[in-house]
């Protein structure tokens, strides 16, 4: 088409902005609009979108992440490791252990264990064990920082003013920053530049009639005569068209799907469960120890409200998961050989794994043979990036016959996965608290071995308090990471971002 006859088939708002990017050759939609002189901002991208269309104009797109505090009194709070430093050279000369930090009353225990970590890290301090006692002695760098302010309490600080997007936080500091869980909030903002092309350019040299428009004919225009002073829009038939997109479920619902679909051909039945829980079906049932790391505050939620749950209906079964807990019980294990704690299993959480599902499950329905399953959300306090999320999908699976066994433990989950499409697996030892033996399940994502779970034979400390005496064969697996693979993604979080293009455009599964 000649250029002229494009100029003549040009809305009133794609010339506007045209003229706009003669002036200032590249801009922001921002940008744009200033200088076009139009309202609105979606005015300059309606018609952008349409001069993209007729190759008039280039908008390039680009993801900013753009990082924020969590908490406004992150920024009035010091960091654990400054105080823990100031507490050992104001207190103790330099050299003192973890109770001196504790009966100085200035640290939580939490955040006695976070201080430590840091210190170790950025070279603060050097830690040892003296007896049952952990030694830190600050270094000369660690009292060279107490009189310097961080480059990241300095980051904490200027967000303190506001967002700030990763190209104004140092890597290294950025880094940092993320790995702690109670710092920075990241979103993710998509930034557009338009720009002009070579045939956009000369057009948008012409002298174009800048003259408003209509698409039709209307009776107020013909009864006020104003129909004399509009032009009525051209169209042209061949123009670029939009696709229309009809409703569809959410990815991760089509998945969700398909793996119950797997599981109910596979002869197992779907059970479901709570999302608040008490410890002690969480992780005592299971044979985790109550100075397991996973127990503390952070890598679990604890609930305020109930900030404990009543065990008295399964009395009978606590007292013997205290003995199990304290010298094994029957199980002719020794068990973990402490005083066991009734409160601490009493607390509430949030579930941490979707076997907290089937070990009631098995409570209640110990006769064999069983074989179910289930598909929930869980939740752990874990720093977010590429392949973890504090909250996320898992499918658990449990099976137990006459003579179950871990190859045939193995065959099952090979035999799901090969039913998801998925044939490069790979099983490799690995351990949990509650099962023996253990096996971690990888598939090749992105070059690498991903993990996706754990899997095993539950212990007999595990089993034989429920009434089951025959091998309980387990699994946990995660499905987001499972979706990555599928939907060929590289980073987890962009099955929540709701990029409404990607949701189009991703095949039904």
Not at 111 to 117: C, E, F, K, V, Y
């Amino acid at each position: 088409m000649a250029e002229k006859d494009v100029a003549e088939q040009l809305s009133f708002h794609e010339k506007k902005v045209l003229k706009a990017l003669d002036a200032i050759k590249r801009g922001s939609p921002d940008d744009i609009l200033r200088k076009s002189g139009l309202s609105q901002l979606v005015e300059v991208m309606n018609a952008s979108s349409w001069l993209q269309a007729k190759g008039l104009v280039k908008i390039d797109e680009s993801i900013v992440k753009v990082y924020s505090l969590r908490k406004p009194e992150v920024a009035s709070r010091r960091l654990p490791e400054k105080v823990a430093l100031e507490v050992l050279v104001e207190s103790h000369h330099g050299k003192g252990s973890m109770a001196d930090l504790k009966r100085s009353g200035m640290m939580k225990d939490a955040d006695i264990s976070i201080a430590l970590g840091w210190i170790r890290r950025k070279g603060w301090g050097e830690i040892t064990k003296d007896g049952k006692d952990t030694v830190i002695e600050v270094t000369a760098a660690g009292r060279e920082a107490l009189g310097k302010i961080g480059e990241d309490e300095k980051t904490i600080q200027k967000l303190s003013a506001g967002p700030l997007s990763e190209h104004d936080i140092r890597k290294e500091v950025l880094e940092q920053l993320k790995s702690r869980k109670d710092i920075l909030n990241e979103r993710h903002e998509t930034s557009r530049s338009i720009s002009l092309t070579e045939e956009g350019a000369r057009i948008a040299a012409m002298d174009l009639a800048m003259k408003e428009e209509v698409a039709q004919l209307t009776p107020e225009l013909i009864q006020s005569g104003r129909w004399k002073e509009v032009d009525v829009r051209k169209y042209d038939v061949k123009a670029f068209a939009p696709t229309v997109y009809g409703g569809r479920l959410h990815p991760m619902t089509q998945l969700i799907q398909r793996t119950r679909d797997a599981y109910i051909k596979m002869g197992f039945k779907e059970i479901t469960g709570n999302y608040v829980e008490s410890a002690f079906w969480d992780m005592d049932v299971l044979f985790t120890a109550q100075d397991h790391p996973a127990r503390e505050m952070q890598d679990t939620f604890y609930i305020q409200d109930p900030e404990r749950l009543d065990l008295s209906e399964d009395e009978d079964l606590v007292e013997i998961v205290r003995q199990v807990h304290e010298n094994g019980w029957k199980t002719g294990s020794l068990g973990w050989r402490y005083m066991w704690s009734r409160a601490e299993a009493e607390k509430a959480l949030l579930r941490t794994h979707t076997t907290v599902n089937t070990i009631r499950y098995i409570a209640r329905n110990p006769q064999i043979p069983f074989k179910v399953f289930s598909i929930g959300r869980i939740f752990r306090n874990e720093a977010m990036d590429s392949t973890h999320l504090p909250e996320f999908t898992q499918i658990e699976g449990i099976v137990c016959e006459k003579g179950s066994n871990f190859d045939m433990l193995c065959g099952l989950l090979k035999e799901f996965y090969r039913r998801m499409g998925i044939t490069e697996v790979r099983l490799r030892p690995g351990y949990f608290p509650y099962t023996e033996p253990s096996v971690e399940v990888e598939i090749l994502w992105n070059g690498q071995w991903m993990e996706l779970g754990g899997a095993g034979v539950f212990r007999p400390e595990v089993t034989m308090p429920l009434g089951v005496d025959e091998p309980v064969l387990a699994w946990g697996l995660g499905l987001e990471r499972l979706g990555m693979l599928i939907w060929g993604l590289k980073d987890i979080r962009e099955i929540y971002v709701s990029d409404v293009d990607w949701l189009k455009k991703l095949p039904q599964i």
